[in-house]
């Protein structure tokens, strides 16, 4: 049963359902639209969601035209009190990063998705942006592209 549910193409134990005759995503670099600005946090989403579809789907990454199209930007990286004390202070910060994906399934056009994503971290207000914001980010980052994952190939 397993063998045959493997070899049909569509469905595979990483929990993707790809069509047997989709063999290939580009992904292109990430843009980065939001006001506030991380220099890193494109390249590094980029690398993550390259990283995630190379090690979990048998696609093959290519530069343009290819089966599957995941465009993704950055249009959300804001920092708000989520916690204030007695004194009116903020006690809790919350970075919270947004996404806005376009994907495109050229073969089968009904598995097209146009979403934003959002996931945020919380830090105590004591610590400065700078000083935690690479963790946060790569927490946030880590979330963000399990979610578009989970809506594009793995079709949650």
């Excluded at 290819?66 to 249009?75: C, F, N, Q, R, S």
């Excluded at 007695?86 to 996404?99: G, H, I, Y």
Aim: glycine fraction near 4%.
């Amino acid at each position: 049963m397993a063998l045959a549910v493997a070899s049909c193409g569509i469905y595979s134990f990483t929990g993707t359902s790809i069509q047997a005759d989709v063999n290939t995503i580009t992904i292109p670099y990430v843009e980065y639209k939001a006001l506030r600005v991380n220099p890193s946090l494109a390249g590094d989403l980029t690398e993550a969601l390259q990283e995630k579809f190379r090690r979990l789907t048998r696609l093959e990454q290519v530069d343009v035209d290819g089966d599957l199209e995941l465009i993704a930007e950055v249009t959300g990286y804001d920092v708000k009190a989520t916690a204030v004390t007695a004194d009116e202070l903020a006690s809790q910060n919350r970075l919270t990063v947004t996404v806005k994906i376009e994907f495109t399934n050229h073969k089968y056009p009904e598995d097209d998705v146009s979403q934003s994503f959002s996931a945020y971290e919380d830090f105590d207000a004591t610590l400065s942006l700078d000083s935690v914001e690479s963790t946060l980010c790569e927490t946030i980052i880590e979330k963000i592209v399990e979610d578009i994952f989970n809506a594009t190939v793995a079709q949650w």
